[in-house]
T-cell receptor
Framework: GAVVSQHPSWVICKSGTSVKIECRSL??????MFWYRQFPKQSLMLMAT?????????EQGVEKDKFLINHASLTLSTLTVTSAHPEDSSFYIC?????????????FGPGTRLTVL | GENVEQHPSTLSVQEGDSAVIKCTYS??????FPWYKQELGKRPQLIID?????GEKKDQRIAVTLNKTAKHFSLHITETQPEDSAVYFC????????????????FGQGTRLTINP
């Protein structure tokens, strides 16, 4: 149980285009999902917290108009990188909160590697 | 806000020896401390977690200890094996006993553990 999927697993796009990444909880409902980005050999940096049915909460320094988050259902959250540029190239990982044994466990998706040319 | 410091950044041990990774946190209200293992290019996997009402938790070769007074917690891996080689992240958050909402995890910088055969 508690499986999180992401799609696509990797994407290459041209500078100026937009890219949408999907995060799905496959066997549980997730009222809250989190989006992270991870640069090579670095830690996970939280970008935003996505709550089902409401606006996402962005971390300081993350542009909400550039990284659009939609959490329209209890099993799906999407991250759209708008007008992507080479500096947006990174590994994007989502996680979903699972209610397991009364702990606030988060389970991670496999990540999406974005390369902007 | 919460700040988590993790040491060491790299750790190399002989197969069969023990490995210890330490983390300190700043927010005394944090009460949930998970540890994640991340292999190259893959998702972080939860390996063990501890709540603040417990001082130690063990799962086979892995154990975590928590010192609330000093605000630090440690991961202990005994009888290390080559497959233990990975990057390990500690994290801290305030968990809620509620399905609605979730507190974000603040991650340490990561420790690259190498097990030498």
């Amino acid at each position: 149980g508690a499986v999180v999927s992401q799609h696509p697993s990797w994407v290459i796009c041209k500078s100026g285009t937009s890219v949408k990444i999907e995060c799905r909880s496959l066997d549980f409902q997730a009222t809250t999902m989190f989006w992270y980005r991870q640069f090579p050999k670095q830690s996970l940096m939280l970008m935003a917290t996505s709550n089902e049915g409401s606006k996402a909460t962005y971390e300081q320094g993350v542009e909400k108009d550039k990284f659009l988050i939609n959490h329209a259902s209890l099993t799906l959250s999407t991250l759209t990188v708008t007008s992507a540029h080479p500096e947006d190239s990174s590994f994007y990982i989502c996680s979903a909160k699972a209610w397991v044994e009364a702990t606030d466990t988060q389970y991670f998706g496999p990540g999406t590697r974005l390369t902007v040319l | 806000g919460e700040n988590v410091e993790q040491h060491p950044s790299t750790l190399s041990v002989q197969e069969g020896d023990s490995a210890v990774i330490k983390c300190t946190y700043s927010d005394s209200a944090s009460n949930y401390f998970p540890w994640y293992k991340q292999e190259l290019g893959k998702r972080p996997q939860l390996i063990i977690d501890i709540r603040s009402n417990v001082g130690e938790k063990k799962d086979q070769r892995i154990a975590v200890t928590l010192n609330k007074t000093a605000k630090h917690f440690s991961l202990h891996i005994t009888e290390t094996q080559p497959e233990d080689s990975a990057v390990y992240f500690c994290a801290a958050s305030r968990y809620r006993t509620s399905i609605q909402g979730a507190q974000k995890l603040v991650f340490g910088q990561g420790t690259r553990l190498t097990i030498n055969p």
